[in-house]
Structure formats: C-alpha cells, structure tokens
Nanobody, 123 residues
Framework: VQLQASGGGLVQAGGSLRLSCAASGGTLRDYAIGWFRQAPGKEREIVAAISRSARNTFYADSVKGRFTISRSNFKSDLSLQMDGLKPEDTAVYFC?????????????????WGQGTQVTVSS
C-alpha cells in the first residue's frame, strides 16, 4: 500500500487545517494509522494515531485538545483535524500505516509511509 497525506498549507496562528490520508494499492481500513511530523532540524515525532477499528486513539501531549484524528472505514476516509494551530506546529506531516488492529507510538512499527504535506503556521 502507498499512503499520501494532503491538506497542508499556510495558516495564521489560531487557525485550522484538515489533513487527509489516502491509500492506493491497498485498503485504508486494513491499517492502523499514525500521523507524524518533522520540523526543520528536528527528529520526526508522533502526533496522533488511531487503531484500525477506531476504538483507540493516541495524541501527543503537545497537540492534545487541539488535534482530532478520525476515520470512517465505511468511506475509507481518515483525517487529522488541527485547530488552534501554533507556529511550533510548523512541520512536514506524514501519515503512516501498519497492518494491525493496534496503534503504536513508535515510528519503527509503521512499515508504510507516504510523502508528507507541509504545514506552516505564521505568528
């Protein structure tokens, strides 16, 4: 499966963006999905994750209460709603998949990655 993140852009602090993750060569509903981000000069970090069934979610402390990960397996739709954006949220955002019910916080547990989408938050 190949994953593709989309929906990034330039937004002012306090604004919102909605990122989407799409799959080709496979079915998104078969995968637990994690959203990661990498800012310039920094290591890639997990932002949020959702289990295959959507029963479980995880959020990094830095985004808790501001970001919402959701999926509709019926529609094969998966998104990351980002509200209250801050300049420190500026990064390239990636969605990653693992063919497993359970989400993981660890980058190494996700074998499937796509190209990211740039999110830039101006102050």
């Amino acid at each position: 499966v190949q994953l593709q993140a989309s929906g990034g852009g330039l937004v002012q602090a306090g604004g919102s963006l909605r990122l989407s993750c799409a799959a080709s060569g496979g079915t998104l509903r078969d995968y637990a999905i994690g959203w990661f981000r990498q800012a310039p000069g920094k290591e890639r970090e997990i932002v949020a994750a959702i289990s295959r069934s959507a029963r479980n979610t995880f959020y990094a402390d830095s985004v808790k209460g501001r970001f919402t990960i959701s999926r509709s397996n019926f529609k094969s739709d998966l998104s990351l709603q980002m509200d209250g954006l801050k300049p420190e949220d500026t990064a390239v955002y990636f969605c990653a998949g693992r063919r497993n019910e359970f989400l993981s916080r660890a980058e190494r547990d996700y074998p499937y990655w796509g190209q990211g989408t740039q999110v830039t938050v101006s102050s």
